[in-house]
């Protein structure tokens, strides 16, 4: 997983398949990356996500959890065809914003594009 | 048909939708099809793990046999777990018994919507047997 920060916006990129395994592990690194820094947001960049189950719907609502207990956000940017499917029958579009990229994530949450 | 026995570790998932993957794939499913098929199996296989054995308990399996009758293809995932108390309330979109884990309780959810049919079979301190069907139609 790549994990970016700009200004007050995680910015995690989890990579290959997400299920109840590798959610564990994705759910650990993002969490410890984000205690340590001083940052509000979260963005999940799904673009290298290969597969996903109802364990990767779990670990994103946690993550929207945890940025909302600190008063921020949590936009998830690059999501395909079959995520979108999955977001759709869980009900999270009506709760988590997305955006078509992580750009537009990063604008989304006040952000500096050129950072 | 094909019946494999996978050690109830969640790291083995990913194997379980390996082999559905290829087993559908000689049906020349679409890519829709195939991506709802492997979710479903994963969707039951990692339920059996988590909740079936309660996550992590080496030394117990559950399997997985996939069958086809012309282009309906079935998939039944068993295990021999504490089983489900209510069936009807595990159904409901939401519904989880393991909050604490991060579950969203949508498993059940997914599988009914990607598949043709679910039919879920348990007996509390006996196991479960999923049964999931995926009709092809027509070639593409
Ligand atoms: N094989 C099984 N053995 C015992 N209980 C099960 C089994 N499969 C499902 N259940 C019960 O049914 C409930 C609902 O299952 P479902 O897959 O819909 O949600 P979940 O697994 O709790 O959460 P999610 O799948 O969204 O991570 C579970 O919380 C569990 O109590
Ligand atoms: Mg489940």
């Given at each position: 997983?790549?994990?970016?920060i700009?200004g007050?916006?995680?910015?995690?990129?989890?990579?290959?398949?997400?299920?109840?395994?590798?959610?564990?592990r994705?759910?650990?690194?993002?969490?410890?990356?984000?205690?340590?820094?001083?940052c509000?947001?979260?963005?999940l960049?799904?673009?290298?996500?290969?597969f996903?189950d109802?364990?990767?719907?779990?670990?994103?609502?946690?993550?929207y959890?945890?940025?909302?207990?600190?008063?921020?956000k949590?936009?998830?940017?690059?999501?395909?065809?079959?995520?979108?499917?999955?977001?759709?029958?869980?009900?999270?579009a009506?709760?988590?914003?997305?955006?078509?990229?992580?750009?537009?994530?990063?604008?989304?949450?006040?952000?500096?594009i050129n950072? | 048909?094909i019946?494999?026995?996978?050690?109830?570790?969640p790291?083995?998932?990913?194997?379980?939708?390996?082999?559905?993957?290829s087993?559908?794939?000689k049906?020349?499913?679409?890519v829709?099809?195939?991506?709802?098929?492997?979710t479903?199996?994963?969707?039951?296989?990692?339920?059996?793990?988590?909740h079936?054995?309660?996550?992590?308990?080496?030394?117990?399996?559950?399997t997985?046999?996939?069958?086809?009758?012309g282009?309906e293809?079935?998939a039944?995932?068993?295990?021999?777990?504490?089983?489900?108390?209510?069936?009807e309330?595990?159904?409901?979109?939401l519904f989880?018994?393991k909050?604490?884990?991060e579950?969203s309780?949508?498993?059940?959810?997914?599988?009914?919507?990607?598949?043709?049919?679910?039919?879920?079979?348990?007996?509390?301190?006996?196991?479960?047997?999923?049964?999931?069907?995926?009709?092809?139609?027509?070639?593409?």
């Open positions: 997983m790549n994990i970016k700009n007050k916006i995680l910015i995690a990129a989890p990579t290959g398949e997400i299920d109840h395994h590798a959610a564990e994705f759910r650990a690194q993002i969490d410890s990356a984000f205690e340590k820094s001083s509000r947001h979260i963005i960049d799904m673009k290298d996500v290969t996903m109802s364990s990767g719907i779990g670990m994103i609502i946690g993550r959890k945890k940025a909302e207990s600190g008063g921020g949590l936009t998830l940017s690059n999501m395909s065809e079959a995520v979108t499917k999955l977001f759709n029958i869980s009900g999270l009506k709760i988590i914003s997305r955006a078509e990229n992580t750009q537009e994530a990063i604008i989304k949450l006040g952000g500096n950072d | 048909m019946k494999l026995e996978i050690e109830a570790l790291e083995n998932v990913a194997m379980a939708r390996v082999v559905a993957s087993f559908i794939t049906f020349d499913p679409t829709e099809q195939l991506t709802e098929f492997k479903a199996v994963s969707e039951a296989v990692t339920n059996a793990i988590i079936g054995y309660s996550d992590k308990r080496s030394g117990e399996f559950v997985l046999t996939l069958s086809a009758k282009r293809i079935t039944k995932i068993i295990d021999n777990g504490v089983g489900i108390e209510d069936v309330a595990a159904k409901e979109p989880t018994t909050p604490e884990m579950r309780g949508l498993g059940f959810t997914v599988m009914e919507s990607f598949m043709s049919k679910v039919e879920i079979n348990s007996k509390k301190g006996e196991g479960t047997t999923i049964t999931l069907v995926k009709e092809l139609g027509e070639q593409q």
